[in-house]
């Protein structure tokens, strides 16, 4: 059973997490290219080029889920070398709300939704797309796996805990009784 301390530790990690989905999101959001499209009777349609843009969104949630993963659970890691389970189990927790907050942090920073617009909109008006996940409905839920996006960031993490506790601190142990 886990003590109060390595709880509270536990809980610590997994918030640190929710922090990092946040930064996380802005740098996506930022780092993306709005797909482009058009009002087609009612219908949003996106055009030629905005299809491959429409798929760069999920490329970089991974690629920046990833590399963030791998910085928060070497944080995570370093930070926690004497609680190892409860990072672990607040490496975990926090990997799942990094990917949630991560994508509603991003979301909410891009362009609306173009479908509603598109309702209201002339025939072949210019409407850019929202930042979203392929395969992902808005609003993604909690421990979502909708897509494979979503693992990045706690495959990351756990590539960066994993480091840490099996490669070392990088921090000099010394020998009990050891005479210098």
């Known amino acids: 059973m886990l003590s109060l301390d390595a709880l509270r530790h536990a809980l610590l990690v ?4 929710a922090f990092v989905g946040a930064l996380l999101g802005v ?5 993306w290219t709005p797909p482009t499209g058009a009002a087609w009777k009612g219908e949003w349609l996106l055009d ?7 798929v760069s969104s999920t490329g970089w949630f991974t690629l920046i889920g990833l590399v963030g993963g791998i910085a928060y659970g070497s944080l995570a890691a370093r930070w ?13 927790l926090g990997s799942f709300a990094i990917a949630y907050v991560m994508y509603h942090v991003g979301h909410a920073l891009g362009p609306p939704d173009p479908r509603p617009l598109a309702m209201e ?3 072949w008006e210019p409407i850019v797309s929202d930042l979203r996940l392929a395969g992902v409905e808005h609003p993604m839920r909690p421990f979502s796996l909708e897509t494979g996006a979503v693992v990045a960031p706690g495959i ?25």
């Open 80 to 92: 926690g070398l004497r609680r190892p389970l409860a990072t672990l189990v607040g490496v975990t």
């Open 14 to 17: 997994a918030v640190a997490g």
């Open 48 to 54: 030629p080029e905005g299809v491959m843009q429409d």
């Open 27 to 31: 740098v996506w959001e930022w780092a």
């Open 121 to 123: 909109a002339e025939d």
């Open 156 to 180: 990351g993490a756990l590539i960066g805990l994993i480091g840490l506790f099996l490669g070392g601190s990088g921090v000099p142990r010394t020998r009990r009784g050891a005479q210098d």
